[in-house]
């Protein structure tokens, strides 16, 4: 029961706000609980785990493949912490930032909107459902890039839809190629169907493409730098820090990883797309002087570490990944929030025009998200990098670990030059202490990732996120456990 909980309770909360009016410390309160509620079940899924085995529970009593099942094993656990994480710290920066836009009931409301179709695509064990939830996150994101209500915000809202709409269209057609060839939309039970034919290569090629458009890897990266920047910080954190990971990463790894047999020409294909995707972001990022969009290239570049990390296909590899997707929740998140506070104190996004106002709180953060990013030690960064190389060496990728340092070494140009120009100096800006205490938590975030890299912490952390995405198997007896 508790699996659907992370659907029912940002749903129920989101229609409450909706119908709640103009009383926006009542937004504030239901916002904050439902997150916090959110990040302590998130927390509690560690322990039920370990404990029990993977989650599985399926709505009305009936048996799967006749009912909707929802799953939790380790990798949807993990992706659910991270989504409850940024959601919360975003909840808690918004009580503090959005004061000066009206309509905070809707606001929230689809804030809410946008955490349940992210949960939803984390624990459902369907095919289909997976779509939908998709399509729910999505139009929520689509109002949140509009909401500050200016040409340009409508301009990238609906640059947004339209690739986000091809892009759903395309993951439609490759559900309709694997009923055609299974019978069946459940997981579990195509991961054990799938195993009878040889390959599906046309859903392969249409998945990619349809989770690659949402995961912002080249050449369908275009959208992310006009939409992230255009909605208020807290949602550019949600969007950039969680959203590219659920849609993208997240699906990629659960579809071709624990779904589908093993396919070299995939593996190939996001080893090659992560690269250039890497090489891509970090050039456009280096030519920005409005920091949002910068910050915006910059997710297209990290998300490129994490497509070319999967495309390793060891478990090393994995690691890297699922290690480099907490970092850089964390890191991005953390780097577009102190976006929003430089924002209000400069009254501007363009770098060349800023005086150097904001506070030294600002400052610290921005600076240890930057080292963080860029892969500089102690960061949390700097070892899901580490591992990616090494991953990358290992396998005898020795031109790929090459181009992953080399635009390492980019990344922390950029960023040095985004601070030296942010940054002139330190001013006295006050901002509202909701913000203030996100950014001290977020920081000290960049950090504490860190230890997760300490073998005996990893083993029963992240460990168990690779064994869950490397053991197909157990992930397909679920349905015998389950089903009928």
């Known amino acids: 029961m508790i699996a659907s909980y992370f659907v029912i309770i940002p749903l129920l909360s989101g229609f409450v706000l909706a119908m709640s009016g103009k009383r926006s410390k009542f937004a504030e309160l239901v916002a904050l609980i439902a997150t916090s509620l959110l990040l302590f079940l998130s927390i509690l899924l560690f322990a039920l785990i370990d404990s029990s085995g993977t989650i599985v529970y399926q709505l009305s009593g009936w048996k799967i493949p006749y009912t909707i099942s929802l799953v939790i094993d380790s990798l949807s656990a993990f992706v659910l912490f991270l989504v409850s994480l940024i959601a919360f710290l975003s909840t808690l920066y918004s009580i503090g930032y959005m004061k000066r836009f009206r309509s905070l009931s809707n606001y929230y409301a689809l804030l809410m909107l946008l955490i349940a179709g992210l949960n939803g695509v984390t624990v459902t064990g369907d095919l289909f459902n997976l779509f939908v939830f998709m ?25 947004y839809a339209i690739l986000g709409s091809i892009s759903s269209t395309i993951i439609l057609f490759g559900i309709g190629c694997v009923y055609s060839a299974t019978s069946s939309l459940t997981l579990m039970q195509i991961s054990i169907k799938s195993a009878d034919i040889p390959v599906l290569y046309l859903a392969y090629g249409l998945f990619l493409t349809g989770f690659g458009l949402k995961a912002s890897m080249f050449p369908f990266h275009s959208w992310l730098p006009d939409a992230h920047p255009s909605a208020p910080s807290p949602v550019s954190a949600m969007l950039s820090g969680v959203l590219i990971k659920v849609l993208g990463a997240y699906a990629m790894i659960r579809v071709f990883f624990m779904v589908f047999q093993r396919s070299d ?32 290239f910059s997710s297209v570049s990290q998300m490129g570490y994490i497509v070319f990390a999967l495309g390793l296909g060891t478990p090393l590899g994995i690691l890297g990944a699922i290690y480099h997707m907490l970092n850089h929740a964390v890191l991005k998140g953390t780097l577009f929030l102190d976006a929003g506070a430089i924002e209000m104190a400069e009254g501007t996004r363009d770098l060349e025009k800023m005086t150097g106002k904001s506070n030294k709180t600002v400052y610290v953060s921005t600076l240890m998200a930057s080292m963080g990013i860029s892969g500089v030690p102690p960061f949390g960064g700097f070892f899901s990098k580490l591992v990616i190389i090494m991953a990358a060496i290992y396998t005898g990728k020795y031109i790929y670990a090459l181009i992953a340092l080399a635009v390492s070494v980019v990344t922390l ?3 040095l030059k985004m601070l030296k120009k942010a940054f002139p100096s330190t001013g006295d ?43 197909r198997e157990a992930y397909s007896q679920l349905f015998m456990a389950g089903g009928n």
């Not at 929520?140 to 909401?147: E, N, Q, R, S």
């Open 135 to 159: 399509e729910v996150s999505l139009i929520a994101t689509y109002a949140l890039v509009a909401f500050q209500g200016e040409a340009e915000h409508y301009e990238a809202a609906f640059k």
């Open 265 to 296: 020409l995939v593996l190939g294909s996001l080893l090659v797309i992560g690269s250039i995707t890497m090489i891509i972001g970090a050039i456009m990022a280096f030519g920005q002087s409005d920091i949002k969009r910068m910050l915006g």
């Open 429 to 471: 800006a006050k901002i509202p202490l909701s913000m203030k205490s996100t950014l001290i938590i977020m920081s000290l975030l960049t950090l504490v990732t860190a230890i997760l890299f300490i073998p005996s912490i990893r083993e029963i952390t992240l460990d168990k996120v690779v064994d869950c995405v490397i053991n």
């Open 413 to 415: 140009t950029y960023y």
